[in-house]
């Protein structure tokens, strides 16, 4: 493990435009002690001080307590797709895979979102998968295990699928629950932006 002295040292060789991407998407994986030398060279090098804002943010974790009252406050809002409050909402993982001679793209969404907006993405996955999923090598052995992995996930694995998919929203977005709050609004917000995003 580098020390902190050999970190700070290679740092001072970064651009700034290498700074900033460290402070707005890797923070989170640092080290506190490397913490401190990502913000000094922020103040060093004058750059946007809410940089340190963001990875003071992103760095404070919740409390196990939050989490679990936060978990419950996404379950009871209204479905971030259709707008519906028709119970609770719940995390899913919908994948599609579409393949052409040496082609294969298999593509999984996690969403949070009520079961009647789940069934109509699933549907359509399991859909453009059964018509386009065969058509390459890959493609022949991939299609069948994604369309049995639903089917298994749909029967047995649905409530642990679901508390992985909003634990991982949880964690992801520390930073931006520190800073924009936990209110309902803040939420919807970031749960659109979750449901709008492909891996």
């Known amino acids: 493990m580098r020390t902190v002295e050999e970190i700070r040292a290679n740092y001072k060789k970064f651009t700034d435009s290498k700074i900033e991407d460290l402070a707005k998407y890797e923070s989170k994986s640092l080290r506190r002690d490397v913490l401190s030398v990502l913000k000094d060279e922020i103040i060093a090098r004058n750059l946007d001080p809410n940089l340190i804002t963001w990875v003071d943010a992103e760095n404070d974790s919740l409390s196990e307590m939050e989490k679990k009252n936060l978990k419950q406050r996404i379950k009871h809002l209204p479905c971030p797709t259709c707008f519906k409050k028709n ?4 995390g899913y993982e919908i994948t599609t ?5 040496i082609y294969c793209n298999d593509v999984t969404e996690f969403k949070i979102t009520c079961s009647d907006c789940a069934k109509k993405a699933k549907s359509n996955a399991i859909l453009k998968t059964l018509f386009l999923g065969w058509w390459s090598r890959s493609g022949f052995f991939v299609t069948p295990a994604t369309l049995l992995k639903e089917i298994v996930n749909r029967l047995f694995y649905k409530e642990k699928i679901s508390n992985r998919v909003i634990d991982n929203f949880i964690a992801t977005n520390t930073g931006m629950f520190r800073l924009k709050g936990m209110e309902k609004e803040a939420l919807l917000s970031l749960l659109k932006k979750l449901n709008r995003e492909k891996y």
């Open 87 to 90: 119970g609770e909402i719940y």
């Open 97 to 101: 895979v579409i393949s052409f001679l």
